[in-house]
């Protein structure tokens, strides 16, 4: 196994979550495990670091406490895949054919170098780019409590696919559907106890619940917003009717139609656990790397100290003073008579963390 999945399959499990978006940190993590260091600054490098250490540290325990989590075979993960494709379509009680899985080492022609860790070709696709229809993971990132994420999102985009006439189906799909099939397939992971739950809740603090703009996945997210309304108001069931009308429907849903449906409000166990988790990461703070940095130096001042008396390792006073006020702006640190105050003690938990 490559230092890089091991690392990644560390973060997956971390029982103290980073809360920095988990693709960006990857893109600078070589298949080695260490890092490449241009274009960062000392900071993120030093923040890369620390993270790098924790997901070793977490990747090591699990190996310890839960080696079959860590070695599964192939044939091990085809079967969990079967399972999911059965419960997911028992779900939409779906008798249709089941969609092919492939665990690839290179996704077909022109994705071969795509940075995902799975895709899903529906008909239409698989047409336009001359491959077989299905679902493709890749190799390298096989990995339980990650690939059932990867594939319960692309099997619900099967799903709906399957309920979408061959003239209403897109060659993208529609960002509403992204979120859709985020929801629900987290959703049955949750209710069918797939994987450990703190995988999930990773995935969605670190994987889409912290995309910074730059990050197609923040479109998915933002959709998210939209659907976890749905979900609190109508229930899963709604979210399910949703996505039986397929891929049309979701391409021109507007939720401003929706408002005036909403009538029961839900309550099962497993949906009011997924909108806890989602409601957690749609409240925090957004932070860079260098603000983080200040933050955590500069816990802990009650009684206020002038710029001059404040220190911060591999930074120059205007830096500081920048990264203060940007600080200051989002509420986490306050300015008093030139004196500057940050009473908290600890870096909260609702911080999310961009490079
Ligand atoms: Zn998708």
Redesign the pocket.
């Known amino acids: 196994m490559l230092e890089k999945t091991k690392l990644l399959i560390g973060a997956y499990y971390l029982k103290k979550p980073i809360f920095a978006q988990i693709d960006e940190l990857f893109q600078y993590i070589q298949d080695d495990g260490t890092i490449t260091k241009e274009n960062l600054t000392p900071i993120q490098i030093q923040f890369l670091e620390e993270q790098i250490t924790k997901m070793k540290e977490s990747y090591l325990q699990l190996e310890k406490e839960k080696p079959n989590v860590v070695h599964m075979t192939q044939e091990e993960f085809y079967q969990v895949f079967q399972n999911m494709i059965d419960r997911f379509y028992e779900e939409f009680n779906l008798t249709c054919e089941r969609p092919n899985i492939q665990i690839v080492k290179h996704f077909p022609y022109p994705f071969e170098k795509a940075n995902f860790k799975a895709m899903n070709f529906n008909e239409h696709q698989a047409q336009k780019y001359g491959c077989e229809q299905g679902i493709y993971l890749l190799e390298k990132y096989t990995a339980h409590g990650i690939s059932e994420i990867m594939l319960a999102?692309e099997l619900m985009?099967a799903v709906i696919g399957n309920r979408t006439p061959k003239e209403e189906q897109t060659s993208t799909?529609p960002f509403f559907e992204?979120a859709t099939?985020d929801l629900l397939g987290l959703y049955f992971l949750l209710k069918y106890h797939f994987i450990d739950e703190i995988c999930l809740q990773n995935w969605i603090s670190f994987g889409r619940g912290n995309c910074d703009e730059r990050c197609i996945g923040s479109l998915y997210f933002k959709e998210a917003k939209q659907m976890l309304w749905i979900l609190k108001t109508g229930g899963i069931e709604e979210v399910k009717r949703l996505a039986r009308k397929g891929q049309g429907f979701l391409a021109q849903f507007d939720m401003k139609d929706y408002f005036d449906k909403m009538v029961i409000n839900p309550e099962d166990e497993t949906t009011r656990k997924l909108i806890s988790y989602y409601d957690y990461v749609f409240t925090n703070f957004n932070l860079n790397v260098t603000e983080y940095h200040v933050l955590s130096q500069l816990l802990q001042i009650e009684d206020g100290k002038t710029l001059d008396e404040l220190d911060v390792p591999n930074m120059t006073k205007q830096e500081l003073q920048n990264t203060i006020d940007q600080l200051i702006k989002k509420g986490l640190m306050y300015r008093y008579e030139e004196k500057f105050y940050n009473p908290n003690r600890a870096i909260s938990d609702t911080i999310r963390i961009t490079l």
């Open positions: 999102h985009h799909a992204e099939v």
